[in-house]
């Protein structure tokens, strides 16, 4: 009796061993087993309804993680091209034409039993900056697997700049900077950036109506131009927009410098190269400048400024001078000193607009 109870015993450990092996090599098989790509779904988002600014947005699901870049490549016309790694097999249609204007056609192809192409035959040429391929985990609350995500900005209109000679009947979108709840930077006597910036911008607005200009001002007053406790993205587009909806000729952004050693000081104009025009308003204006305002010559500098970078036409920051230097933050102060350097602002688009003539417009 002893020994069937044994036996019994022995055989119950067998069997359960077994099933456990069987069980663990099933969940092994799971565990390691390839993800599926198992959807392809795409949207078209308007994001910017002034600039006409979309982007095409393509999404992959997979059962689990994949790996996925992209490049551009040039055939049969320009093409996105990404490359999805990691996925046994795929679900998804071999091609789906795409709604909008950024592309016009998706194709999947295997390129072996690791990877999936996707080509995406774009409606315009795209730079690198222009999209970008990323993964996102999944999201069990919400039910949504593992992606794989393309994002594809429209392609910016080129500018086409048609300019003639002097001030009158020009569209000049000026943009004191700061404002509100911003008060930029604040001199050691307590003089801050937003109310110079103000002063100067209004005396600039003065003489540009004198000489027949349609001045386009961001603001008029010490106010936020989006809204108080905005994002600084949301300020400066607004900024933007302005000038943008008003198809200005021109976009002047003016500052004033700061930097911890209170030495340092002098004039400085910042462009982003967009166009050939903007390198040539950034030094006229800054030669207008330091001509009126005899402060040294800090330069025209290339630079990513968020407001240069989106205005659509031709811009400039000008930084007249250092609020953190104490002789400078003197002058800044003095109307004589504000008047000057508006005057030498004034004179800079003058020799901007004659210049731009004889170039004839037309983009770089």
Request: aromatic content about 6%; glycine content about 8%; overall charge positive.
């Amino acid at each position: 009796m002893l020994i069937s109870s044994i036996c019994f015993l022995l055989l119950l450990w067998v069997n359960g061993a077994a099933a456990a092996a069987v069980a663990d090599s099933t969940n092994s098989f799971k565990k390691n087993a390839k993800p599926e790509l198992t959807n392809l779904r795409s949207s078209y988002i308007k994001n910017d309804v002034t600039t006409g600014g979309a982007k095409l947005r393509l999404v992959v699901d997979s059962s689990g993680p994949v790996k996925a870049v992209g490049r551009l490549e040039n055939k049969n016309g320009l093409q996105l091209v990404i490359d999805i790694t990691g996925a046994a097999s795929a679900n998804i249609e071999t091609k789906t034409a795409l709604k909008g204007d950024v592309a016009e056609q998706v194709c999947a192809k295997r390129l072996d039993e690791n990877t999936l192409r996707l080509e995406v035959d774009l409606a315009e040429a795209i730079e690198a900056k222009d999209y970008r391929v990323f993964t996102l985990q999944p999201d069990l609350k919400n039910d949504k697997p593992f992606r794989v995500v393309v994002d594809i900005n429209k392609a910016k209109p080129k500018p086409n700049y048609r300019f003639t000679a002097g001030l009158k009947n020009k569209v000049i979108a000026l943009d004191p900077g700061h404002g509100g709840s911003d008060p930029g930077s604040i001199g050691q006597r307590g003089t801050k950036e937003k109310e110079l910036t103000l002063a100067v911008a209004l005396r600039v607005k003065g003489l540009l109506e004198k000489s027949g200009a349609r001045v386009v001002m961001t603001r008029q007053n010490d106010r936020d131009v989006f809204g108080p406790n905005a994002s600084a993205v949301d300020e400066l587009q607004a900024r933007t927009n302005i000038a943008n909806r008003a198809k200005s000729d021109v976009f002047v952004s003016i500052h004033i410098n700061s930097f911890q050693d209170r030495s340092v000081g002098g004039t400085s104009s910042y462009y982003y190269p967009k166009s050939d025009y903007d390198l040539m308003l950034a030094r006229t204006v800054q030669a207008g400048m330091l001509k009126a305002g005899s402060v040294d010559d800090r330069g025209v500098n290339s630079a990513r400024f968020y407001v240069v970078q989106h205005a659509l036409m031709p811009a400039v920051l000008t930084e007249l001078a250092f609020i953190s230097n104490p002789e400078e933050e003197k002058l800044l102060r003095t109307e004589s000193f504000q008047q000057k350097m508006a005057e030498g602002i004034v004179e800079g688009l003058g020799v901007f607009f004659a210049q731009a003539a004889q170039k004839g417009g037309g983009v770089r």
